[in-house]
């Protein structure tokens, strides 16, 4: 079952410009995380956000949480070519345990 | 390096004809778990494992094995492999309840 829905499927920005990506899941969550993925290859972990937290930052990237809508963003500033990959939310279904659901990914072209 | 590896890469085999993919992390971790990738779907969770000897169903298990018996190793068994088994496979390892830490994929294909 898929529990992280990603939207915008696929998103087309200039270089420099602001990216924004939403998950939205169905079920309670003890964590949500976002992970990169260049084409084919494996994931890249990028940020963990705690089911008490509302907002996080990591360098470029900013994501929030609102258990009550059940939704993610993910805003990644200052976009550059090399940001260019796919972009998945994986939550665990509320098990607090190790099963992980992933979304179908958002697919993010950033051209120069 | 930390490091998952995943074997073989690429695969090309035949329906029913058993096959094995290994995958091995040197990070000591205790969570490991198998994912299959399929166009529009993501990443769907096959098997996962806690620990040696403790594994359990993901999302997707039918037609799937798994074992643990070693900390680092958590091969993926397909005993009669099918056509709808075509996919890319990654396989993850964690050590708590935090980021995954993926390997490169086996690209699998079932003619």
């Known amino acids: 079952s898929q529990q992280g829905e990603e939207d915008p499927q696929a998103l087309s920005i200039q270089e420099g410009e602001n990216a924004t990506m939403n998950c939205s899941y169905k079920t309670s969550i003890n964590n949500l995380q976002w992970y990169r993925q260049n084409s084919g290859r494996g994931l890249v972990h990028l940020i963990l956000?705690?089911?008490?937290?509302r907002e996080k930052h990591s360098g470029r990237l900013r994501v929030t949480l609102d258990t009550s809508k059940k939704s993610s963003s993910l805003l990644i500033t200052a976009s550059r070519a090399a940001d260019t990959a796919s972009y998945f939310c994986a939550t665990d279904g509320g098990t607090g345990g190790f099963k992980t659901i992933f979304g179908a990914g958002t697919r993010l072209f950033v051209k120069a | 390096e930390a490091q998952v590896t995943q074997n073989p890469r690429y695969l090309i085999t035949v329906t029913g004809k058993k096959l094995t993919v290994t995958c091995s992390q040197n990070?000591?971790?205790?969570?490991m778990s198998w994912y299959r990738q399929d166009p529009g779907l993501g990443l769907r969770q096959i098997y996962y494992s806690m620990n040696v000897e403790v594994t359990d169903k993901g999302d997707v298990p039918e037609g799937y094995k798994v074992s643990r018996k070693e900390k680092r190793n958590f091969p993926l068994i397909l005993e009669s492999p099918s056509p709808n088994q075509t996919s890319l496979y990654f396989c993850a390892s964690s050590g708590g309840y935090n980021e995954q830490f993926f390997g490169p994929g086996t690209r699998l294909t079932v003619l």
């Open positions: 990070m000591n971790h205790e969570y």
């Open positions: 956000i705690r089911s008490n937290e």
